[in-house]
C-alpha cells in the first residue's frame, strides 16, 4: 500500500512538473510571439515602399525625395546650391525639334528633369555666321507653374554656323511633373555681349553690315562710359526720326531678333 | 555727355578698385553665369592683367528695362562694401552694364565678392542685394 502510495505520489509530481513546465513553454512562446509582433512593427516602418500615384507618369526625383526623405526645398535654398549639371544629364539632352524664326534656327532637346531640376539643351544658328547668339527671356511651362529663371551652362560641343552655339539651361526650384511635356519659348535672340572695353569696336563692325543702317546712311560715335556703352547719332542722311534712329541702331548692335520660337517639349524623368 | 570716370588703363589689383574694365583688361567670364528677373548676372575677371574681379549684368528681355549691378564684399554678409552702378535709362534686349573693379588684395588675394544684378520697369533701389546681400536671390558668390 506504502508502495502504491509513493508511487502515486511521484506519478502527481511528475504529472506537476510536466504542467509546469507546458505553462512555462506556453508563456514562452507567447513571449517570443508578442516580440515577433513588435519587430515586426519596426521592420514594416523601415521597410515600407513609397505610395506612388496610380498613373503611368513617373514623378521626378524631386518627388520621391518629397516623400521619403526630406521636405522640398524652398526656391531661395535650391537656388544657392548652384548648377547641378552633371555628365549623365549632358548626355541625355539630344536635341529633338527645331524652328526656323527671320533666319535664325532654334533647335531643342526634350525638357530632362531631375532632382528639382529642369534642363533644356539649345542651340541658335547666327543669321551672319560671323557673331555667336545668345539667348532672350526663355519661359518653361507646366500646369503646375512658369520659370522664367534659369542657370546658362556653357556647351562644349563643336560649334557651326548651321547649328549655332549651345547652351544647356537649368530651371530650379521644379515641382514633382506629372505632365507628359511642357511648353518652352524664346521671345527674342541677339548676339553675345562683347568683353568690356570692345563694345564700340563690335558695334561699329556689325552696324557697318547691316543693310538697313547703310541703306539709310547712318553713322555714329560710340564710347564705354562709366560702365555702360553710349552713342551719338552723327550721320543720318534720310532724317529718320532720332527716336526710331537710336532704336533702330540699337537694335543692329546687339543683334536683337525677335521670335517667339515656342515648343511643345516631351518630359524626360531621370531616376 | 556724361561725365566719364576713369577707367582701368593698365592698373593692377588694389589700385584698379572703383575703376571700370577697359580693352587692357583682357576680360573673362567666371564661373556659370544666370538670370533672375531678366537680368543675366556674370561674374567678371581680369586674372593676369588688371587682377580684378567686378559683375557684369545683361537686360535679356525684349522690352527695354532699368538696368542696375553690384558687386558686394566685406561685412558678415558681403554688406559692407560695394562697386553698383545702373543704366542711365532703360536698355533695350542684349544692352549690358558693369560694375566698377574690385582689385586683388596685395595684387594676389582675390577679394571675396557677391555678384548681383536685377532687371525692372522703375529705376531699382541701390545697391542690389540690400542689407544681406548673402540672402538676396539678386545675388550670388561662384559656382
Known amino acids: 500500500m506504502k508502495k502504491i502510495y509513493t508511487l502515486l505520489t511521484f506519478l502527481m509530481a511528475g504529472a506537476i512538473l510536466f504542467l509546469l513546465g507546458f505553462a512555462f513553454n506556453w508563456a514562452n512562446q507567447r513571449s517570443a510571439q508578442a516580440s515577433i509582433d513588435l519587430s515586426g512593427i519596426g521592420i514594416t516602418q523601415t521597410s515600407r515602399q513609397p505610395v506612388l500615384t496610380p498613373t503611368s507618369l513617373l514623378p521626378t526625383k524631386g518627388a520621391i525625395l518629397e516623400t521619403l526623405e526630406s521636405p522640398r526645398l524652398d526656391a531661395l535654398t535650391d537656388f544657392r546650391r548652384g548648377p547641378l549639371l552633371n555628365d549623365e544629364i549632358r548626355q541625355s539632352l539630344i536635341i529633338t525639334q527645331s524652328q526656323v524664326v527671320k533666319d535664325v534656327l532654334l533647335q531643342v532637346s526634350d525638357v530632362v528633369l531631375y532632382d528639382s531640376r529642369a534642363y533644356i539643351k539649345t542651340c541658335i544658328s547666327s543669321p551672319d555666321a560671323v557673331d555667336p547668339m545668345d539667348f532672350g527671356s526663355s519661359t518653361l511651362t507646366s500646369s503646375e507653374g512658369i520659370w522664367i529663371n534659369f542657370y546658362i551652362n556653357g556647351h562644349p560641343a563643336l560649334i557651326s554656323p548651321e547649328q549655332g552655339r549651345c547652351l544647356i539651361l537649368e530651371y530650379w526650384d521644379i515641382p514633382p511633373i506629372y505632365a507628359t511635356s511642357m511648353q518652352f519659348t524664346m521671345d527674342i535672340v541677339g548676339y553675345v555681349v562683347p568683353d568690356e572695353g570692345r563694345f564700340c569696336e563690335a558695334y561699329q563692325r556689325r552696324s557697318q553690315r547691316d543693310q538697313r543702317v547703310v541703306e539709310a546712311g547712318i553713322e555714329f560715335s560710340c564710347d564705354e562710359v562709366n560702365g555702360a556703352f553710349s552713342m551719338e547719332i552723327t550721320r543720318n542722311d534720310q532724317n529718320i526720326p532720332k527716336n526710331i534712329v537710336y532704336g533702330m541702331v540699337q537694335d543692329v548692335v546687339v543683334g536683337a531678333v525677335p521670335g517667339p520660337w515656342s515648343f511643345d517639349l516631351p518630359v524626360i524623368h531621370m531616376q | ?143
Open chain 2, 1 to 143: 555727355m556724361p561725365i566719364k570716370t576713369i577707367q582701368a588703363a593698365m592698373c593692377s589689383g588694389y589700385n584698379c578698385t572703383g575703376l571700370y574694365a577697359d580693352s587692357s583688361c583682357n576680360a573673362t567670364g567666371v564661373g556659370a553665369s544666370y538670370t533672375y528677373n531678366y537680368a543675366m548676372i556674370e561674374r567678371r575677371q581680369s586674372e593676369f592683367y588688371c587682377k580684378a574681379q567686378w559683375t557684369r549684368v545683361t537686360n535679356k528681355n525684349s522690352a527695354s528695362r532699368w538696368t542696375a549691378s553690384a558687386t558686394r564684399y566685406g561685412g558678415t554678409y558681403y554688406e559692407m562694401y560695394y562697386q553698383s552702378v545702373q543704366s542711365a535709362a532703360p536698355i533695350g534686349y542684349g544692352v549690358s552694364v558693369f560694375t566698377p573693379m574690385v582689385g586683388n588684395d596685395n595684387g594676389v588675394n582675390v577679394i571675396d565678392t557677391l555678384s548681383c544684378g536685377n532687371t525692372g520697369t522703375n529705376q531699382l533701389s541701390q545697391p542690389i542685394g540690400g542689407s544681406q546681400p548673402y540672402l538676396s536671390p539678386y545675388c550670388t558668390s561662384v559656382w
